[in-house]
Nanobody
Framework: VQLVESGGGLVQPGGSLKLSCAAS????????MSWYRQAPGKERELVAR????????YYADSVKGRFTISRDSAKNTVYLQMNSLKPEDTALYYC???????????WGQGTQVTVSS
């Protein structure tokens, strides 16, 4: 399993970024894909995920209405569109893949998102 995130960077408050996670080494269409983030000094937290491989999504309350998770099975890629970014969204963002909601996570290396003026 390999997960490679990209798309992070420095953005001003109110701006947008789109993160990508290119996946390989497993059956992308049947695994559960998620985005997590970890800010300095804080625990890693779930941002958004597909509830099941075929669809259905979950969002943390802190990002609901601002972030959108999506996937392109033809490209084996999952995305996180982030709008109306806030300084508190600053974190290292990780892509996760797992077979089921109770299986162990596979993680990417992370991509840094910094929201600052």
């Amino acid at each position: 399993v390999q997960l490679v995130e990209s798309g992070g960077g420095l953005v001003q408050p109110g701006g947008s970024l789109k993160l990508s996670c290119a996946a390989s080494g497993f059956t992308f269409s049947s695994w559960i894909m998620s985005w997590y983030r970890q800010a300095p000094g804080k625990e890693r937290e779930l941002v958004a995920r597909f509830i099941k491989p075929g669809g259905g999504t979950y969002y943390a309350d802190s990002v609901k209405g601002r972030f959108t998770i999506s996937r392109d099975s033809a490209k084996n890629t999952v995305y996180l569109q982030m709008n109306s970014l806030k300084p508190e969204d600053t974190a290292l963002y990780y892509c996760s893949a797992r077979r089921t909601l109770v299986s162990s996570h596979y993680w990417g290396q992370g991509t840094q998102v910094t929201v600052s003026s």
